[in-house]
């Protein structure tokens, strides 16, 4: 069985990453080059950036961005925002991209994700459904920043673009978006019941506990979150320490596993008194210990 994965997501709005809440409000980080060499360096399996003003803005991925970030960038990188036809992925392959996540205009024009599959292969694709539950009970699919409701029904859909050639779904919860209260694992259950293809979940992560739900419950491939990842150091690693004390059979890269070790109720390491960081357990590998 393959293993899980941890997924860091970074948004970029206006040229700098920033955080999002609620798909309404975003609060500026700084420079996407830095982020990506933290996650890089600290045991991420793969990175999802996503270009949200690109296509509010009708504008193409910023190939230019995207080679000088890929220089840092040594996992699997999947690049959203602005995707729209075999030529944008073929110019982002070029620029360093993996994978294309492909969104609103999959929703306006399904043929896009075969004729991307059909160039590209099937694992090139990621479709990006942003989800939003609805008073009736489903969840509807959402474009544009959250900002356009399609009609769309979130596991009609996640069925649709399977049969159309994508290899994984990008699922996002536009409630849970920034709200700290962790995955929706109704909507994840729901979209990966429904489809053979990875699913990678995402929104709502507020501390590393909430990861394994994601999996375990959820039945997600992979779990993202772009927040909590921001500001707190070595916080790849410790996500993933709780995922494998949760019994989530994760990748494990880096040199530090923190086995044995224990966690507050903030999801931070415990230092135990006289323990120093000689204590935490290392293993070698092919990099260098920092």
Avoid at 19 to 40: A, D, M, T
Wanted: glycine share 10%; hydrophobic share 40%; aromatic share 6%.
């Amino acid at each position: 069985m393959l293993k899980k994965r941890l997924v860091a997501c970074l948004l970029i709005r206006d040229g700098l990453i920033v955080q999002s809440v609620g798909f309404n409000r975003y609060l500026p980080i700084g420079h996407p080059k830095f982020p990506i060499e933290f996650v890089v360096k600290w045991d991420v399996d793969e990175i999802v950036l996503l270009d949200m003003s690109a296509t509010p803005e009708n504008r193409s991925p910023d190939t230019g961005v995207l080679e000088m970030l890929s220089r840092s960038c040594f996992v699997p990188l999947t690049v959203g925002g602005g995707i729209k036809s075999v030529d944008d992925v073929r110019r982002i392959t070029r620029a360093g991209a993996d994978k294309a996540a492909i969104n609103a205009h999959a929703v306006a024009r399904p043929a896009l994700i075969s004729e991307v599959a059909d160039v590209f292969g099937q694992q090139c694709v990621v479709v990006s459904m942003d989800c939003r539950l609805e008073n009736d009970g489903r969840y509807q699919i959402y474009t544009h920043s959250g900002s356009k409701a399609t009609g769309l029904d979130a596991v009609a859909w996640a069925k649709q673009v399977e049969k159309l050639g994508a290899g994984e779904i990008f699922l996002n919860s536009i409630d849970r978006d920034g709200s700290k209260k962790g995955y929706d694992l109704e909507l994840i259950r729901r979209v990966s019941e429904s489809v053979s293809i990875p699913v990678v979940a995402c929104g709502g992560v507020g501390n590393y506990t909430h990861f394994a739900p994601g999996v375990i419950e959820g039945g997600a491939s992979a779990v993202a979150a772009a927040n909590i990842f921001h500001y707190i150091e070595h916080s790849t690693i410790v996500a993933k320490a709780h995922l494998l004390k949760s019994g989530v059979d994760i990748r494990l890269d880096s040199e530090a596993t923190y086995d044995g070790r224990e966690f507050d109720e903030s999801g931070r390491l415990i230092m135990l008194s006289g323990s120093r960081l000689s204590d935490i357990e290392f293993k070698r590998g092919s990099k260098d210990l920092i």
